[in-house]
């Protein structure tokens, strides 16, 4: 049986990142926003949204599909997974329902405890704004530079285009996380009229050791994730995809994601 390996937890810390990272009225009176104020105006959208207590509850199905590729590109491994996810009174569950087209069973202790250690990797990339902390803060945003490209509709709702770079000289590094976002760049979609994130597209602009090496190295980081405005104001991404090469140890990984969320509905 080959053996299988996985991405390292930091890579899927990524994803929380791409967190950062409408009436036509609205969007026409507020096209000559400088950058600045569009970014402020979501950081702000996002602390706000932290303190909201009235978040309704609903529930959706999140489909995940892992392949990992060998030298030549070819996968030598797959995994799907679909997750009923439920968002009740300000918490994020997700239940494993079925691998690779096969139910999960009482039985199968394996699957009950991916199940659990896998939550963690469903509420990075598949949870609402509302009632739950956001990594949208003062603090990510002031390492980033950002220039207003122009405007473009996402899901039919007008969006601010808005390229970013990391500063320079690099802002300093406390942990490996900021390592990673001086060599992060890319561009998101800033909702028009609710300042929320309606896409974002993110890149590795240079090979990071990760612990000097010993741990492995990023070699190729390519994100892009969609957001969508469900009712009652709630923001869920509903679909994402990942390209990551580099080494784990002494291998060599490569490792493509894809997600999405159907069949939202509120609970009774």
């Known amino acids: 049986m080959p053996r299988r390996t996985r991405p390292p937890g930091l890579w899927f810390g990524l994803f929380s990142i791409a967190l950062l990272a409408c009436g036509t009225s609205h969007a026409q009176n507020s096209v000559n926003l400088a950058v600045d104020d569009i970014i402020r105006k979501a950081v702000d959208r996002a602390q706000v949204a932290e303190k909201q207590p009235d978040q309704k509850d609903f529930t959706y199905t999140k489909v995940s599909v892992t392949e990992e590729l060998d030298a030549r590109g070819n996968v030598k491994e797959r995994k799907e997974k679909v997750y009923r996810v439920y968002f009740q009174k300000g918490a994020t569950y997700a239940k494993l329902v079925e691998v690779n087209g096969k139910p999960t069973g009482q039985a199968d202790m394996k699957t009950q405890s991916d199940n659990e250690a896998a939550t963690r990797h469903v509420l990075g990339d598949a949870k609402p704004t509302k009632g739950e902390k956001s990594f949208l803060t003062p603090e990510v945003v002031a390492r980033f530079d950002f220039k207003l490209a122009g405007q473009e509709a996402i899901n039919g709702r007008p969006a601010y285009q808005v390229a970013f770079t990391p ?68 923001w869920l991404n509903t679909s994402s995809s990942g390209d990551f090469e580099g080494r784990k140890l002494i291998d060599a990984m490569r490792i493509k994601t894809r997600s999405r969320a159907v069949g939202f509905k509120p609970l009774g």
Do not use: C
Request: hydrophobic residues 45%; proline residues 4%; charged residues 25%.
């Open 167 to 234: 500063k320079s000289p690099e802002p300093p590094v406390h942990a490996i996380i900021d390592r990673l976002m001086n060599r992060i760049s890319g561009t998101v979609w800033i909702d028009a009229q609710e300042f929320e994130i309606a896409r974002a597209d993110l890149k590795l602009g240079s090979e990071v050791n990760l612990l000097g090496g010993v741990v492995g190295s990023l070699k190729k980081l390519a994100y892009t994730m969609t957001r969508t405005r469900m009712a009652d104001g709630i």
